[in-house]
């Protein structure tokens, strides 16, 4: 990777991965886009931006040649619970922009990096160490679209010899930007008002387990998997990536650890409980291993210590600084 776009730039994660590639390629060298415009503070921070619609294929390209991006990582979505809202929104967009991007990678010889997500999977799948290839029959449109975008980065890599790339992220926990509308919200907001009102009304049940990963998890997955040798990736855009596994009880159960008094009360919403009825438990992510050496560093004891450190210090000097966006 030389020249990197993103779309999708200012979200939860466009805004830690493109401050990631900056640091890493060069802050010139990365040019952030996204359908909202930057503000000053902006979470993709200094550098290249541009105001895009991922549908957009004629500014895409434009921006492509003038900058000579050689990779594209495609962040630009709906997330689940925004997305079951307005499903013909969410496949207007999520579908749309994909084969928009896609054909302008085509013409322009680009790499493209599109995560998909463990709402791939549906009620059919097995949930504890959901396997790589497996049973594939999502229930929420938001799946729908991960699954379709899937099998789309495949055929683009079969049919033009696109280089196409992506795994299949579990709920992804920060502490930058604030979640976009995902049905793991949650394990973010939770730490947030741990620190600051000492309790959390939950909007999932306590006991319900999800499969999840912590931000610079995520980040290196993204960057390790676009810097894989080719010629070792039998899979292309469906890598399951697993780093851990818990339910809101656990997670409040390690908050207590380091605040005592945090109360974890309930309010449920029934749309978000019924998406991640469907979801995994965890992940078995053998291929990734293999494949191209992934290895998480986070578990929950030390997301937990990271997140309530990071929280307290930047509450503490600035009560509103919720995040970058
Ligand atoms: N955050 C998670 O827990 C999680 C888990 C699994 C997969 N993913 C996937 O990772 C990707 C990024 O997710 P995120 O959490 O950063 O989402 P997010 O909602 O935080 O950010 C998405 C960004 O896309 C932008 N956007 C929306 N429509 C657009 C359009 N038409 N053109 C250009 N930009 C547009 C939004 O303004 C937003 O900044 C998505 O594909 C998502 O499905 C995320």
Redesign the pocket.
């Known amino acids: 990777m030389k020249n990197i776009l993103l779309?999708?730039?200012?979200?939860?994660?466009?805004?830690e991965?493109s401050a990631a590639l900056r640091s890493q390629y060069g802050v010139t060298n990365v040019v952030a886009?996204?359908?909202?415009q930057q503000e000053s503070s902006g979470g993709a921070g200094t550098g290249p931006f541009y105001q895009?619609?991922?549908?957009?294929g004629r500014l895409l390209a434009e921006i492509i040649r003038k900058h000579r991006i050689d990779t594209i990582f495609?962040?630009?979505?709906?997330?689940?619970a925004?997305a079951e809202r307005d499903p013909q929104r969410a496949w207007e967009?999520?579908m749309s922009?994909l084969y928009t991007v896609l054909e302008v990678a085509r013409e322009e010889g680009c790499a493209v990096f599109?995560?998909?997500?463990?709402?791939a999977f549906g009620p059919t799948t097995l949930k504890d160490f959901t396997p790589q290839d497996t049973l594939q029959r999502p229930t929420s449109i938001?799946g729908v679209t991960?699954v379709a975008?899937e099998l789309l980065c495949d055929y683009y890599y079969h049919r033009f010899g696109v280089d196409t790339r992506g795994v299949?992220?579990?709920?992804?926990?920060?502490n930058v930007?604030?979640?976009?509308?995902?049905t793991?919200?949650y394990a973010v907001e939770i730490y947030y008002a741990a620190v600051t009102e000492g309790r959390y009304k939950c909007f999932l049940k306590g006991d319900t387990y999800l499969a999840m990963?912590y931000m610079p998890d995520?980040v290196k997955a993204a960057i390790d998997l676009m810097e894989a040798d080719p010629a070792r990736l039998r899979h292309r855009n469906s890598f399951n990536v697993s780093a851990m596994s818990f339910c809101p009880e656990d997670q409040a159960a390690y908050i207590r650890r380091y605040l005592p008094a945090f109360e974890l009360t309930y309010e449920i919403d029934p749309v978000r409980q019924a998406l991640a009825n469907t979801w995994p438990n965890s992940l078995e992510d053998y291929a990734a291993r293999v494949e191209w050496d992934w290895k998480p560093s986070f578990d929950l004891e030390g997301m937990t210590v990271d997140m309530l450190t990071v929280l307290t210090e930047r509450l503490a000097t600035n009560p509103a600084g919720r995040g970058g966006?």
């Open positions: 779309t999708g730039a200012l979200g939860q994660l466009g805004s991965l886009t996204d359908v909202r895009l619609d991922s549908r957009d495609h962040l630009a979505a709906l997330l689940s925004v967009i999520n922009g599109t995560p998909s997500s463990i709402a938001y991960k975008g299949r992220y579990p709920g992804i926990i920060s930007t604030m979640p976009g509308g995902g793991t919200d990963m995520a966006t």
